[in-house]
């Protein structure tokens, strides 16, 4: 397998999410396309062509996707099917993504030292998506 990646489904808030994530952690994102983008697309409303079709964000040497689900499919339960992960290279790399990526969310799991060798903690963010961040204090 080359990589792993995630796509993260959103009811609308897809560009403000990832707008967030890029605030925090940096970088650029690597494509946006509306929902107006689509060859051919039907009469849809102005809100809707605006609404993200596809937008892709690099972390590291990982890469997160976001799509906002059009208005006729129904709608996403956010942050209890998944867990975006993140290993980071070092305890304040890791320190500085958790307290900017949980402002305005809830934290699970405070970052500490864990038995199994990573400096770990986990949250939800202010839009419903779950993340676990790890630094390996020990080699694997």
């Known amino acids: 397998m080359k990589a792993s990646n995630i796509t993260l489904l ?48 690099p972390i590291g040497k990982s890469i997160i996707m976001g799509m906002d689900l059009p208005s006729s499919r129904p709608a996403v339960m956010m942050g209890n099917n998944f867990f975006i992960t993140v290993d980071t290279e070092s305890e304040e790399e890791t ?25 770990f903690g986990m949250f939800t963010d202010k839009f419903g998506i779950q993340w676990m961040l790890s630094y390996a204090t020990q080699p694997a």
């Open 10 to 57: 959103y009811n609308g808030t897809t560009e403000e999410a990832f707008n967030f994530y890029k605030s925090v952690i940096g970088g650029e994102f690597i494509n946006v396309s509306r929902m107006k983008d689509i060859p051919g697309a039907p009469p849809m409303s102005e809100e809707e062509a605006n609404k993200i079709l596809h937008m892709t964000f």
């Open 95 to 119: 320190t500085q993504l958790f307290n900017g990526l949980s402002q305005g969310g809830h934290i699970s799991m405070p970052l500490a030292h864990q038995f199994w060798g990573s400096f």
